[in-house]
């Protein structure tokens, strides 16, 4: 303590150093992983519970670090963000899942819709459009099978940028989900401007269905959906109970570990089949 005056470093807890230090490790290893190729995605089944079939896939990025193993995005894409790397790697991420997707209907599967998380940050890229086109040709798929899912934090910027963007995407033919529907502050009027498709209902408002509460916002948002003319989805859906709720609130399509948990491309076909048997 008697040193402090002297050393302007005083502020640098170690903890804090090695803070500092794990997150440019993370972000130069972030740089590398795209161009040695360390990402990868995996598929999780969307269900039309009706017909108990499967309409879709929500393509979920990994990192095969060399020597970490498998990472989570929960672990890279909030730096990704704040330093604009989800820029490139979302790109990566749309690209690949649009090929997947082409390649699966070549090979003879009924063609069905893949969902691509969008992040804020590149929401607001000016040239947006431009690369979802390019992609959109380049991979050859057909517009109505891509759904791009967004968040309520786009609603942070201007209002008519939001609505002009989300219109310009929709005229290529392309779907809009609002994903994590229910955790952002985005107010019902501005939600009913957005020309969006589809809610997707959060996984925490469908984790504890037998509280209330959660049951009661989970009602609301499905009659919300029916009302606006939306299509709805449940994400995180785990149990037998849950799904119950669903088709007693009318809610057809759900994403789940129930189903399936989030797989590699190979495992997609295989569970792909499995659950087509059902
Ligand atoms: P999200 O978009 O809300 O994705 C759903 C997350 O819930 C996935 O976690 C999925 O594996 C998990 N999940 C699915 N079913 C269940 C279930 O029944 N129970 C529980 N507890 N969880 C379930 P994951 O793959 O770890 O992704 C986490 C988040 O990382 C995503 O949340 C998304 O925000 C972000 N993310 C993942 N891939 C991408 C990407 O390619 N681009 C961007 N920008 N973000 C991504
Ligand atoms: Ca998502
Ligand atoms: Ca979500
Ligand atoms: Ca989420």
Redesign the pocket.
């Known amino acids: 303590a008697k040193e402090q005056g002297r050393n302007t470093y005083q502020f640098y807890e170690p903890e804090m150093n090695d803070f500092i230090y794990k997150r440019a490790q993370l972000e130069q290893g972030l740089r590398k992983a795209l161009e040695l190729n360390e990402f990868t ?2 598929f ?1 089944p969307q269900i039309e519970l009706n017909a108990g079939k499967i309409i879709g896939n ?5 990192w095969k670090h060399g020597v970490a193993g498998m990472i ?3 672990d890279f ?1 909030p730096l ?2 704040e330093t604009g790397l ?1 820029v490139p ?2 790109e990566w ?1 749309l690209r690949k899942a649009c090929e997947q997707n082409v390649a699966w209907q070549k090979a003879g599967f009924p063609p069905m819709r893949v969902s ?4 804020a940050r ?1 929401f607001q890229q000016m040239n947006l459009v431009e690369n979802v086109t390019e992609i959109l040709s380049e991979t050859g798929l057909d517009p109505q099978y891509l759904e791009l ?1 967004i ?1 309520e934090t786009i609603a942070m910027h201007n209002e008519e940028y939001v609505i002009a963007k989300l219109n310009a995407l929709k005229k290529l033919g392309i779907r809009i989900a609002m ?2 529907f229910g955790t952002g502050y985005s107010s019902l009027g501005y939600l009913n401007k957005l020309p969006i498709d589809t809610l ?1 209902i ?2 925490s408002f469908l984790g504890d269905i037998k509280e209330g509460q959660n049951s009661e916002i989970c009602a609301t948002i499905i009659a919300m959906a029916r009302n606006m003319n939306l299509n709805v989805i449940a ?4 149990t037998k109970e849950q799904l119950d709720f669903l088709f007693q609130h009318k809610c057809m399509e759900a ?4 189903f399936s ?2 797989v590699s491309a190979d495992e997609f076909v295989q569970t792909y089949l499995s659950i087509q048997e059902v």
């Open positions: 995605l995996l999780q929500e393509a979920l990025i990994r989570s995005p929960a894409i990704s963000e989800i790697i979302g991420v691509v998380n969008l992040s590149q899912e968040t994903d994590d997707k959060d996984k994400e995180g859906v785990e994403q789940g570990y129930l948990k989030p």
